[in-house]
């Protein structure tokens, strides 16, 4: 069985960092891409950003500049670094996971609140 486990969302002031962290675990042959969308309240579930096994990370608009998506390979997580956090950065922030175990599948974490407010 395939797991997503996140840490690491809380509550900060506008302008503070947090990190998020995400780990796979499970029968996983190999992952195609990993990434963290948000939904905050009345909104829909929008990308933060994406990274391949190999190439290129993606990041969307409100992310870019801001926000640094890595990879440790060893370790299946993936990090979320986000810098001069903003109220309208408060969501719930899922990772997910595009991963071969017997097939193509997509999974997804439980989700981590995240709250900027002073």
């Known amino acids: 069985q395939v797991q997503l486990v996140e840490s690491g969302g809380g509550l900060v002031q506008p302008g503070g960092s947090l990190r998020l962290s995400c780990a796979a675990s499970?029968?996983?042959?190999?992952?195609?891409?990993m990434g963290w969308y948000r939904q905050a309240p009345g909104k829909q579930r929008e990308m933060v950003a994406v990274?391949?096994?190999?190439?290129?990370?993606t990041y969307g608009n409100s992310a870019r500049g801001r926000f640094t998506i890595s990879w440790n390979d060893a370790k299946n997580t993936i990090y979320l670094q986000m810098n001069n956090l903003k109220p309208e950065d408060t969501a719930v922030y899922y990772c997910?996971?595009?991963?071969?175990?017997?097939?193509?599948?997509?999974?997804w974490g439980q989700g981590a609140q995240v709250t900027v407010s002073s």
């Open positions: 997910r996971m595009d991963a071969y175990t017997d097939r193509l599948e997509g999974y």
């Open positions: 499970g029968s996983i042959f190999s992952i195609n891409n």
């Open positions: 990274i391949p096994s190999r190439g290129t990370a």
